[in-house]
């Protein structure tokens, strides 16, 4: 069930920068303008921007958002670290009979998506310069 995780993880990942564009790394907050010349750092907007563009990802790629919370809540959360490898956190405890195999279906029929919407993992809507 991890290692599924984990591919689909992958998997938006690649294709994420090809539709909703790329973001700061490091970048935490919006600087807005409450008012002219007083600036303040948004977190919270951010966030929101966040959400917005996952969202956003999820819908250009056909996925249906229920479904895919619903994934979430059982397999958690994949973060990937710059040594290639990852740490999931969050996995629903206990596990119950059947919520591997519908994380394990879940992952196989939404990575089969993807490639179908894109065409490719490597080169979403055939172009390798998102990357």
Known sequence: MEYA????????LRVKTAVVG????????????????????????????????????????????NEYM??????????FNSGGGYSHLGMKDPLEANDGELVIAYCIDAIIQIESRTGSLDKPFGSDNWF
């Open 5 to 12: 995780a984990a591919g689909l993880s992958w998997a938006l």
């Open 70 to 79: 619903r994934y979430r809540k059982i397999a958690g959360n994949i973060e």
């Open 22 to 65: 790329r973001k700061q790394y490091f970048a935490r907050a919006f600087i807005i303008e409450e008012r002219p010349g007083k600036q303040k750092a948004s977190s919270d907007i951010y966030r929101a921007f966040q959400r917005m563009q996952e969202t956003l990802l999820y819908i250009a790629l056909g996925m249906n958002y």
